[in-house]
């Protein structure tokens, strides 16, 4: 059995323009994100924004069961016909998981059909994370909470559908909560929304953000599910 | 207190291009549905395609509470801008009850995220519609099932997002069901799906239909909630 | 019309051993509760745990659209009979709204089929509310976030089963959050969970408080929908 | 890796009295389930009513990650103590999938707070039953809908809570619609119920329905998940 096929798709500006990013993510989030993907024998390539196509032409999404966005500060750069795909990838099920300020991308807000907005501040907050769903797939091999010493601080409200599952629910320094970990299903694609992640704290580094991470790759990943045929059906009973 | 501001959105093409149509709605769909609402307090409006602005202009839908959505042969045909604002008021907190082929408007495509497939057929099948949650709203006063003698099919797999809640389940005599009246949030909006309505049936002048149609505009309108404010906030607590 | 008529069971005995609670709540913690909605227009009576059949006989019961459970330190000496007898009068329509420690009722418990646990200590700390569902009738009046400058925590994993809505979250100065608002439907009749309320703190006098109180009575109350017949069933289609 | 554990608790008292349900199962309702699952890699036993404590002793229950349950006509005649501990194994992760009329089990009643209550008659109706949760791990490998040739009915209103995911639907050709695949979470136990298979009919030799259970049970498996801590517990803050 070969293992899922992941790509990792990374906005890849940050950690090209600012020293405090690249101290953190030396080889861009994508190799952080990789690691321990590929640890769990996951199949892991990469796609960034300046690539043709964003690295992201048909072949490639053809090839892919689970794609992970993390994006900031160009989400408009994004060409609405690589959006399309990835859409329609996703409706065919490729799976989806949109980390932190992924938020804001338009392959996200076209899936919610919201604004995907929030409160956000940079303040250095400590951030606990609280599993809600202990029988979820994706809470598998996580304690009860854990914690990240300093991150960016989202609140409510979040502006997204009533998810399908809340995972996990984020508690902050500062006086926030936050639907940190949440599940969609959009045509035959699954998607997970995690809110950690900001560019500066090694985020992806942690153990217990690693875990999840791989959790969600393994729930996300299509299944062999009915393939629904649609249009113009007969009827499915004799006529007397 | 004055009513719920209903506004019926109506295509209106059917009902002058084809006798059959205009012989079952002789004033239109719209007229149709703007009874059962009116009797019931409502101040009911209607505007059609080929009005200006398909007669959706920022005026009448900020004077909106509830917009009801018809149409069915021509939904290319509704502007980009329009969709645009009326997705921004569903999401600033308008309802929106889409009917029947309304499946398939841009407006219901956006908000849902998915491509709002289905199975149909049109071949004169007895629709029987059963409640399944019995204290929703939108189930007051109706019976715990309603039979109409004759519509158009449709059937599952209907490829929508996971509903809030699922008010309605029917079942079609060529063998189908289908997920017929259905809810979802988007922003501070409420959606309800509501499955019957071919044009060439007097489904809107069923008396369980016509219910429905009222009990949906009442549970749609917008409630006085809180407003969020999004974007950067400072922290909620003290700094030490 | 005549108003919802709200039957607010209260243990009270915490206000007759304890002068602190006393303090806060002088004519018991049933009497605050009543207050505001009386204000709201409700028909308002309590009942008691040392009242015979702890005042929630057949007549009252039936009598009852919708029952506030405050229980806390006497859960078990609430006679299984009462139990039946409130439990089956939710599966025909009654709302109940729980309130804080009720979580452990015998009611509730039943009403879940999970054991309602979860996390506590009582360190006078800060509870503060964000709305989660802003289109919710219970949400209805309400800022976005709302403050409780002391009370008992709560702190997940709450073990009830996934609740059909979550319309609160709360945040604690001590490091937890809690979904502290849940709806549950149970039969034809709606359940609220609402977390705060601890005896030696005011609470129930709180103004954002006493509106959710008020409006979870009136999302609770029954609707007019249909009642199901339930047992051997004849076919419904003619047999050929 | 050694398989999932499943015990298979049937009441096996039709299969000793009725000749014509002993021509369809004649090894017993609980060995026609068992052959799909241990041909799938499960380690299947079985366990039966009229064994001491029903077959389902401490040992038994400990050694099980997923119980598949089938009764009918004796649901009294199950011990409070073994339905007690049942209960408490699937509060503490074991799985559930309770089959056709177990919907009447105290096991299922007690776990959902409602009265399991719906329509039903034997006329031999064809059941066609739809995938309407095509990514769903239970759908896995299953057609758009399958059919059942002749099968007990089910008719709605099913009166369960409102199910945390609905995979199946059924129609009936005698006029009805059901939610027959259904999904529930109580505390770390994941719950399905299945509604096909009533004594009379061959329904648990049919591939597709085999297939679903198979799913089921790996779906319903334990995960390892947090376990959560209950009880007083201290600030996870530091005070200043």
Redesign the interface.
Known sequence: MTGIRVTIWNEFRHEQRDEAVRAVYPDGIHAALAKPLSEAGMQVRSATLDEPDHGLNEAVLNDTDVLVWWGHVAHDEVQDAVVDRV?RRV?E?MGLVVLHSGHFSKVFQ??????C?????E?D?KE?L????????I???????FELPNEE?Y?????I??P???VL?????????F?SGVT???????IFYFRPGHETYPTYHDANVQRVLVNACRWAA????????????????A??
Chains 1, 2, 3, 4 share one sequence.
């Open positions: 859409i409706h099920g076209r899936l919610m059909g919201t604004s907005n929030l409160r956000w501040r303040e907050e606990r609280f599993v809600v769903d202990p029988s979820h797939p809470a598998e091999g996580l304690p009860p909470y601080t609140g409510e409200h979040f502006d559908p009533v399908d599952e809340i629910l984020s508690w902050f320094s500062g006086g926030d909560v639907r969609f299903r959009r045509g035959r694609g699954k299509p299944t062999n599910g009915p393939v629904p045929v649609y249009g113009h059906a007969p009827s499915l009973e006529r007397g």
